[in-house]
């Protein structure tokens, strides 16, 4: 649905602070002297989430699999370059462990019925889902709590609040990160950390462009009748979500006006759980 590990586009590119800018408005540096580290950084969302800290004046680490990508990333904004794959511990407990900032956001879909899908496949999105944010926020808290500031987005998805057919690995995944992530936010609230979940419908990635053909063989219907009968069946705005716009709640959630607001998850469904 939203966060991807695979290559593509996603955010548009850097433009330079805004002079005068208030804190919380777009240009403002109001996160200069911040580490953040995002993963899935390389395309959809997390680029988007890359290019929106380091525009608030964030250095950033660009965390994916896709090489080539991700050093493009991180050489337009400036950002250093970590390559890992998510789905082997070590290389989630090698990453940095200085961050100010974390967003977990890699992941990666498979689309079949419970009882065809491949128990490898559904270990192999735990990996990446689950443990890796786990193994992360493990290795970064202490350098949060330390310096009694931290600030850590989740990328969710509408699927950790509500489940879909054919999706089993997926909606599990994303309700076990809303769990973590409430974990967090009780066990970091008294040393200035806060934990949300930004939790959209479908967004405009690579990962939602990869899934039109498996949901057409999955609902028997034309790839051309995905997005509307499928995707947007339940929402009342009728279009998919732009990362930016994911972006700019993640930027949010990490400006000086919301250090109040920990334990939650904000819907970006269009109305998919006003139902």
Not at 150 to 156: K, P
Not at 157 to 183: I, M
């Amino acid at each position: 649905m939203e966060s991807t590990q695979s290559p593509g586009s996603g955010a548009a590119g850097t433009a330079g602070p805004a002079a005068g800018a208030a804190p919380g408005e777009p240009g403002a540096r109001f996160l200069a002297g911040r580490t953040a580290l995002v993963t899935g950084a390389a395309s959809g969302i997390g680029r988007a989430c890359a290019v929106a800290l380091a525009e608030a004046g964030a250095d950033v680490y660009v965390v994916d699999i896709a090489a080539a990508a991700a050093k493009e990333v991180a050489a337009e904004i400036g950002g250093t370059l970590c390559l890992a794959d998510l789905s082997d511990p070590a290389a989630a407990d090698a990453l940095p462990d200085d961050a100010d900032i974390v967003v977990n956001n890699a992941g990666l879909q498979h689309v079949a019925p419970l009882h065809e899908f491949p128990p490898e496949r559904f270990t192999l999105i735990q990996r990446v889902m689950v443990e890796a944010p786990f193994r992360i926020l493990r290795r970064n808290l202490p350098h949060m709590y330390d310096r009694g500031w931290g600030r850590i987005v989740n990328i969710s998805s509408v699927h950790g609040l509500r489940a879909s057919p054919y999706k089993s690995a997926y909606v599990v995944a994303k309700h076990a990160l809303e769990g973590l992530s409430k974990t967090v936010a009780l066990e970091g609230a008294a040393h200035g950390v806060t934990s949300n979940c930004v939790s959209p419908g479908y967004v405009r990635t690579p990962l939602v462009e990869d899934q039109i053909a498996q949901q057409a063989l999955a609902h028997g219907i034309p790839e051309a009748d995905v997005v509307a009968r499928v995707m947007l069946a339940r929402t009342a705005i009728k279009r998919l979500i732009e990362p930016e716009e994911v972006a700019a709640a993640t930027l949010w959630l990490c400006s000086p006006h919301t250090g109040y607001i920990t334990g939650t998850s904000l819907p970006m469904d269009g109305g998919w759980t006003a139902h």
